[in-house]
């Protein structure tokens, strides 16, 4: 079964902090992804990545910035925290290319106080 | 507006009952797919189902691309069959990437 891992699972920033979520697959997968989950709203994306060194802005990028420095690494970086930044952090890799379904980490809970 | 409708929103059903979930998309589509959301969070994919139907013990998954629609039907359902039911879709233009509906959250009761 294909492994993603994140870190933190919880995480408690303060307003204009500076914050970095770790995401780790040991798929072998091209394509990365962060989502974020609110009530209401499902899961929307953030960024995303076809590669190593490649990101691209999902449908809400303001505010957040990603980093993929290698294929198994992607990060979601928060370089100044805002309250309406809490919420449930998910990310997941696939392989659109191959057919391949999308697996998710469990998920980062970010509070922003 | 929204590109991915699921419905119902809600479900309560007793054990053992059947249900069917939908899942409508305004634009056009590539394929799409159906997750499950443990009541603890995390999430799992139930199919990759581009077109026609799937089946995987007590789940089926129908997909026609041309009508923009899937649904997910559940048979004999069970408590452990509670969370949520999310679909997405992957969307003709736009790479390779799902955008997903708020979900169906279902209810088993004994």
């Known amino acids: 079964e294909a492994a993603v891992t994140q870190s933190p699972r919880n995480k408690v920033a303060v307003t204009g902090g500076k914050v970095t979520l770790s995401c780790n697959q040991t798929?072998?997968?091209?394509?990365m992804y962060w989502y974020r989950q609110d009530t209401g709203h499902g899961l929307r994306l953030i960024h995303y990545s076809y590669g190593a060194g490649s990101t691209e802005k999902g449908d809400i990028p303001d505010g957040y910035k990603a980093s993929r420095p290698s294929q198994e690494n992607f990060s979601l970086i928060l370089e100044l925290a805002t309250p309406s930044q809490t919420s449930v952090y998910f990310c997941?890799?696939?392989?659109?290319?191959?057919?391949?379904?999308?697996?998710f980490g469990h998920g980062t809970k970010l509070s922003v106080l | 507006g929204q590109q991915v409708q699921q419905s119902p929103a809600s479900l309560v059903l007793q054990e053992g009952e059947n249900a069917e979930l939908q899942c409508n998309f305004s634009t056009s589509l590539n394929s799409m797919q159906w997750f499950y959301q443990r009541p603890e969070g995390s999430l799992v994919s139930l199919f990759y189902n581009p077109s026609g139907t799937k089946q995987s013990g007590r789940l089926t998954s129908t997909t026609v691309i041309k009508e923009r629609r899937s649904s997910l039907h559940i048979s004999s359902s069970q408590i452990t069959d509670s969370g949520t039911y999310l679909c997405a879709m992957e969307a003709g233009n736009m790479g390779y990437k799902l955008t997903f509906g708020t979900g169906t959250s279902l209810l088993v009761d004994p």
């Open positions: 997941a890799s696939g392989d659109f290319n191959s057919n391949e379904r999308l697996f």
């Open positions: 798929n072998n997968h091209n394509n």
